[in-house]
């Protein structure tokens, strides 16, 4: 941004007379000229073609599109209407990878739930070896998957 911004000070009655017309002018200058010119040149080739002929909003209407469409084309910097290839979609096992991701997160989540939840947190005195089987079983499949994606 700029340091010194500008500021219009509008005084009395010449100030609020000056605005209303540059406005004017620049609504004649910008708006209806073109519009205006557009119906002319819409209505002179409907003299020697079997277009309808069009009053002054529908030149209005033309020209409008005339200029949104010349701003969508010449933008350079960023571009409203883009035409590309569709992203390329997930295989199946990236698909069950992302499956897979998901249900552990939202398992972990429901776990972190309940301990936020519960009062009291009991200390783990000892794993029972059936648990701590499952366990290595779950990080055996865990680490198969892995090997398999690689």
Known sequence: MKKRARVIQVSGLRGI??????GTCLAAGFIAFPA????KLWNYAANFTPLP???IFQGLMLWAIVAISGFIINDKKKFIVEFQAPIQQL??????????RVKFQSQAKVLNSMLLKSSELKPIEKITPVEKTECQKVEEDKKETEKENV
């Open 36 to 39: 205006i010119c557009a119906m």
């Open 53 to 55: 002929l069009i009053n």
């Open 17 to 22: 007379l000056m605005m209303v017309f540059i």
């Open 91 to 100: 295989s199946e096992k990236d698909m069950e990878k992302l499956m897979e």
